[in-house]
């Protein structure tokens, strides 16, 4: 029976040490929701040992090293087939892209010498000597530097990849493996295995200028998006380690399977992947709780793993299966926390927060039977929607749809809908002329809700002659109409005249004008109207009060 192949270690071999030292330092849960784990979509053969892999900037294409050939195989992602190959030095372990994709870099481990590669013909159009055994390398964020990690001589070659030469040598810690360059590009992070700590380089200086002590082998390292926050893949300790790099201190370990060997975040830092070369497993670790969340079987020793920049795919190196595990992860289902304001009427056009969890992206916000929102726009943890309109009553659930899937119903999601309602201020004014009494109805809208439609009338005085331009007149009666709405605050008028004959010696009439019908119901609508007194004294001398 063969032993399993573990990625080739130089130097010292690394003893497993005890993680009491470093128990995982306990953190509130915060509100993001824990990521569904990936699935194995595909597996397609490679050549033999394959170690590093890495995407082009469109994702478009994989590239993937060969330990033992030095066969370069490129992956095209769409199709997931190996439409080419060519072969660069003895063999490699790491390769990584230039930002604009136009350029490869990979580290030979047995050639003591990177390889830059002219993507568009996959030509080797440079070889660079750096140090001994180089294992890993990263480039800096505008592509101007690649750093190689010598395992054999405890040194960091810095690359000038605009002439392909190494302008400095750094030493740092005993066999250096894993690599990460801050967004800034000002510090260069390297796993120190045999150190058993992670060194910090100011690359602006090109020198040491902190070691943070992980008690255990730093192998692989991932940085978080914002830099804050390094993740520490420790081969020998079936443990990833986090380290808060503003303080340069240890935060914590979460055990993991066995020989974890590489880690890589998710592009929004919300979980971490750890490859566990030693169970044929995945670990994924939640970063807001630090915890594993799932384990997921992968192929034969795991690796190297790469993802698309959104996220959802993922290209695993299986180094002695010989092969690269194109992984699947689905987007999130959301998840809806709280509603706010939690109801209003059933007019619409409430303003409504919706608190969650991976809301971003929403295609559709709805209000159960009452339809979906008239607009609405998310982000990851909250939406503003605006309720529709609709004849129910009651409680409704308030549910967030994004590619990822609707949100379940549950009690926090809950908007409870009101009947309409619309108080209508009418106000009355009598103005005397010589003959007559000139009348102005105000109508003003008082909410809550705008006044759809509404009937104001009076009973006009028997033997005075009324005439309106906006309102009817019929067997003794004025009538006027709101047809179209009245929104809360705003107002209309209308206007009649009563004639007064000279034949009415001495008269006292009332007219009181008042709301008789509409849309939605009036609240009160006992006050929905007022009157007005006058006397006439030969219809030439008119008061009203």
Not at 205 to 213: F, K, L
Not at 256 to 279: I, R
Not at 397 to 407: A, E, K, M, Y
Not at 475 to 495: F, V
């Amino acid at each position: 029976m063969t032993s399993r192949r573990a990625p080739r270690r130089t130097g010292t071999a690394l003893a497993a040490i005890s993680a009491a030292t470093a128990a995982l330092l306990s953190q509130p849960v915060t509100a993001a929701a824990v990521a569904p784990p990936p699935a194995v979509a595909a597996h397609l053969p490679v050549a033999p040992y394959p170690a590093g892999v890495a995407l082009t900037p469109d994702g478009a294409r994989a590239y993937v090293t060969s330990q033992s050939t030095g066969m370069v195989s490129v992956l095209d992602t769409a199709s997931r087939t190996v439409t080419g190959t060519f072969t660069a030095g003895t063999g490699s372990y790491a390769v990584e892209l230039s930002p604009d994709g136009r350029r490869a870099y990979l580290t030979h481990h047995l050639d003591n010498a990177v390889s830059v590669v002219d993507t568009a013909s996959n030509t080797v159009t440079a070889t660079v000597p750096v140090g001994v055994q180089p294992w890993n390398l990263a480039l800096s964020p505008d592509g101007s530097r690649a750093y190689v990690s010598n395992a054999g001589a405890d040194t960091v070659s810095v690359l000038d990849t605009a002439s392909d030469t190494v302008k400095a040598t750094v030493p740092v810690g005993a066999e250096p493996h894993g690599l990460a360059v801050s967004p800034d590009g000002r510090r260069l992070y390297v796993a120190a295995s045999g150190a058993k700590a992670v060194t910090v380089v100011d690359t602006a200086s090109g020198t040491v200028s902190a070691t943070v002590p992980v008690g255990h082998s730093a192998f692989g390292l991932a940085l978080s998006p914002d830099g804050s926050r390094l993740w520490v893949a420790d081969g020998d300790d079936s443990t990833a380690a986090v380290i808060d790099t503003g303080a340069g201190a240890l935060l914590g370990t979460v055990p993991v399977g066995t020989g974890p060997y590489a880690v890589t975040l998710a592009p929004d830092g919300s979980a971490a992947y750890v490859s566990d070369y030693g169970d044929d497993t995945l670990s994924v670790i939640d970063t807001a709780s630090r915890t594993v969340t799932a384990t997921v079987p992968v192929g034969a020793s795991p690796y190297t793993l790469a993802l698309s920049a959104d996220g959802r795919r993922g290209y695993l190196a299986d180094f002695t299966g010989n092969a690269v595990d194109v992984l699947n992860f689905p987007l999130p289902v959301p998840a809806v926390t709280g509603v706010s304001p939690n109801g209003g009427s059933g007019a619409g056009g409430t303003t409504v927060t919706v608190t969650g969890t991976d809301l971003n992206g929403a295609t559709a916000v709805t209000f159960g039977a009452a339809g979906p929102a008239t607009s609405f726009s998310c982000t990851s943890t909250r939406c503003t929607a605006t309720a529709p309109a609709t004849t129910v009553t009651g409680p409704v659930d308030v549910r967030v749809t994004t590619p990822g899937g609707t949100s379940a119903a549950v009690a926090a999601d809950r908007f409870t809908y009101t009947a309409p309602s619309a108080h209508l201020g009418v106000a009355l004014t009598a103005t005397p002329a010589t003959g007559r009494v000139d009348y102005t109805v105000t109508l003003t809208g008082q909410g809550p809700d705008p006044v759809t439609s509404a009937t104001v009338s009076a009973d006009l005085p028997a033997g005075l002659t009324a005439s309106s331009g906006d309102c009817t007149v019929a067997a003794g009666k004025l009538t006027c109409t709101l047809s179209t709405p009245l929104a809360k605050g705003a107002g209309t008028t209308r206007h009649f005249s009563l004639g007064v004959g000279l034949l009415n010696l001495i008269r006292t009439w009332d007219v009181t004008v008042a709301r008789t019908g509409g849309t939605p119901a009036d609240p009160s609508p006992a006050t929905s109207k007022d009157t007005r007194s006058c006397t006439s004294f030969l219809g030439l001398s008119i008061t009203c009060r």
